[in-house]
């Protein structure tokens, strides 16, 4: 980045601290201080996780926080990176970010953690952006994205929870407004407002049909309905309630997160009793596609490893020419080389982005903008376990990538994500 003579920073401590998340399990938190001061960034956790993603390193002392405390990586920031970082220059954040890779030495971070990895990188990433006087949603798209230009960002907002976000009987994980306003030019703060007016609308009307409005991880509601059609059904009654066309204005999607009800090869979306192939399930989406047109986007239809299962699924998608996000996110884990094999293998179309399911920002980056450069849909997201930095909304913005996964307008943990895009945005109509 060797901006106007600009030599390189000296990170002269590193200092790392045991936070606690959303659910109430320690996460990690990291400052980094820089004679222009110190940068701070916490990671997030997720729940369903894919197997491979890069190392969450937690202590498994199961005598403290059920083995969840991350005092191991305050120690490997302490002892090992500490130390060493303090003899160093470095003139970009991506230079951080390769001597980070460069310390943990192992291809999945199982050295030193991706949660260690990515504090620390995230932090760098806003000592740099200071020091170039710059916002980090301005570093980071003049750093990484060739100054790409910024689309008005639109929620994915998931506000019934199922699967592992809640405990109710639905097994589809997540029920997702978006508000996107097809034939319209619509501010970050309208789209926004559109999801809590939704969102407010349904908690009506649930708690009228007497169901529980108590909320999921995500902020999402966790009513105890028996089948996802009634949830969708509930949806499309508030998005109209709120006022907003349907599938015009406001799309649906889903995360099934189909690894947590596969086993022995067989799909039990529906219970034990009912063990679905992957054929099976494909014929129930595309039948689920027909019922619902409004469904515009489904993430991890099918398991983690399960490639035919995704590329029959999207062969039939494709043949009835049907319009969807097919969203790899356990499939791919923002991982280049299983990015690489899904494009070739035309299993899905669309990348969801979790900086710490790959460890560093640059790493994210270089993903999403692989899956920029195949024309694919990318989908910017946090995790169900999240903290109150809002580190997103500055990489959906920077990237130019429309769509941002942060949950239910509900929680300050899913909240400072959208109030950072309203300092972002300002008044602009961006
Ligand atoms: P997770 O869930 O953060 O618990 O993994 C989010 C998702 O599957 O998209
Ligand atoms: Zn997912």
Redesign the pocket.
């Known amino acids: 980045m060797n901006q106007g003579g600009f030599m390189g920073i000296h990170i002269l401590h590193l200092v790392g601290r045991e936070i606690l998340d959303s659910r109430g399990n320690p996460t990690l938190e990291v400052d980094l201080g820089t004679a222009k001061g110190w940068f701070r960034a916490s990671v997030?956790?997720?729940?369903?996780?894919g197997s491979h993603e890069a190392l969450e390193l937690r202590d498994r002392e199961s005598s403290r926080y059920l083995g969840k405390g991350v005092q191991i990586c305050i120690r490997h920031i302490q002892n090992r990176l500490d130390p060493a970082i303090q003899k160093l220059t470095f003139s970009s954040a991506r230079e951080v970010d390769q001597w980070l890779i460069e310390q943990d030495g192992s291809e999945n971070k199982t050295n030193l953690g991706g949660n260690t990895l990515l504090a620390v990188s995230m932090a760098a990433h806003r000592a740099f952006a200071s020091l170039a006087n710059q916002p980090l949603f301005e570093y980071l798209n003049k750093t990484y994205f060739g100054s790409r230009s910024m689309t008005t960002p639109t929620p994915f907002m998931n506000v019934i929870n199922g699967g592992?976000?809640a405990d109710n009987g639905i097994q589809i994980?997540?029920f997702m407004i978006v508000p996107h306003f097809r034939n319209q030019q619509k501010s970050v703060h309208d789209k926004v407002r559109a999801g809590v007016e939704i969102y407010h609308h349904l908690k009506k009307q649930l708690s009228q049909a007497g169901h529980s409005t108590n909320v999921g991880?995500?902020g999402g509601f966790a009513p105890g309905l028996h089948h996802e059609h009634e949830a969708m059904d509930f949806i499309l009654e508030a998005i109209r309630k709120a006022g907003y066309q349907v599938g015009s204005d406001v799309g649906l999607a889903l995360?099934i997160?189909a690894t947590e009800f596969y086993r022995n090869e067989k799909y039990f979306l529906h219970g034990p009793a009912e063990p679905l192939s992957a054929q099976a399930l494909c014929e129930y989406y595309v039948k689920l596609l027909d019922d619902y047109p409004e469904i515009m986007s489904i993430?991890?239809p099918l398991a983690e490893d399960d490639w035919e299962g995704w590329r029959e699924l999207s062969a039939a998608v494709k043949s009835r020419g049907r319009q969807l996000f097919l969203v790899g996110?356990?499939l791919l884990v923002t991982n280049p080389k299983r990015l690489n094999q899904a494009i070739e293998r035309s299993a899905c179309n669309a990348v969801?982005v979790?900086m710490n399911q790959i460890g560093t920002v640059s790493e994210t980056i270089d993903t999403l903008n692989l899956a920029l450069k195949a024309d694919w849909q990318a989908i910017i997201?946090?995790?169900?376990?999240e903290t109150e930095d809002p580190y997103i909304a500055h990489l959906v913005t920077a990237s130019g990538v429309e769509w941002l996964?942060a949950g239910a307008p509900c929680r300050s943990d899913r909240n400072c994500k959208y109030n950072e895009l309203f300092r972002i945005y300002g008044n602009k109509n961006i």
Do not use: Y
Request: no cysteine; aromatic share 0%.
């Open positions: 997030p956790s997720g729940a369903s996780t592992k976000h994980q997540e991880d995500e995360d997160a993430e991890d996110d356990d969801l979790k997201s946090h995790r169900s376990g996964k």
